[in-house]
């Protein structure tokens, strides 16, 4: 199974795609936690990510589509993956299909989960990462909306999209996510 998970940031792709590596026993591939291990490992590719995450503004498209390219190349992503965060531009979903298309795995699903802006801010506040103070957060749904949000159209166009709902409780969200994959 290969998923693309494409809410938000806040939108919980990343407490939802934990649900689903348990149930469905494959990776989930978040760029989000690989620039964060870079960031924590404080390589150049990290403090350069470091300074843009913490504005709300999105890492360069060859910086996340190289990071991708060498993740999916790993054995245990063979049998499947969750993308989580990942694209959010269109170049990068251009790269990823050129990719997919590459190694003869094409996608099966695109889950967009629906969160409303207002509850968004209040999850992230609660969460305070470093990337989660209010003007981060607002920057970055500004960006979602300019940038990530017209992916829904392209895989629309696909029949690949699925839009679940993402306001209620994480069980009864991932019920959702079930029924969207099956
Ligand atoms: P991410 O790491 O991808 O974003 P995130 O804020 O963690 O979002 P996620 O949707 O995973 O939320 P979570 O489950 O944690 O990105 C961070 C930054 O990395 C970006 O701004 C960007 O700079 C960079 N980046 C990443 N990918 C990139 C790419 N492809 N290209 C360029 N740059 C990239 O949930 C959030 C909170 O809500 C948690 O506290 C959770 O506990 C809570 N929550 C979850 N579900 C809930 C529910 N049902 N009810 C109440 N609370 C809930």
Redesign the pocket.
Known sequence: MRIVLL???????????KRLVEAYGIPQI????L??AAVAAGTELGRK?KA??DT????A?EV?IGMIRERLSQPDAVKGFIL??????RP?AAALDELLAEIGQPLNKVIN?DVKDEEIVQ??L??G?A?DNEATIRK?LQ?YAEQTHPLLDYYRGRHLLAVVP?????DD?FKRMQAAVA
Request: glycine share 18%; net charge positive.
């Open positions: 809410g938000a940031p806040g939108s919980g792709k990343g407490t939802q795609a978040s760029t989000g936690d620039l964060r990510a843009t995450m709300g503004q999105l890492v498209d996340v989580d965060g990942f694209p959010r531009t990068q989960l999850r992230l609660a969460r990462r990337d970055r960006v993402g306001m209620g409780s994480v969200i």
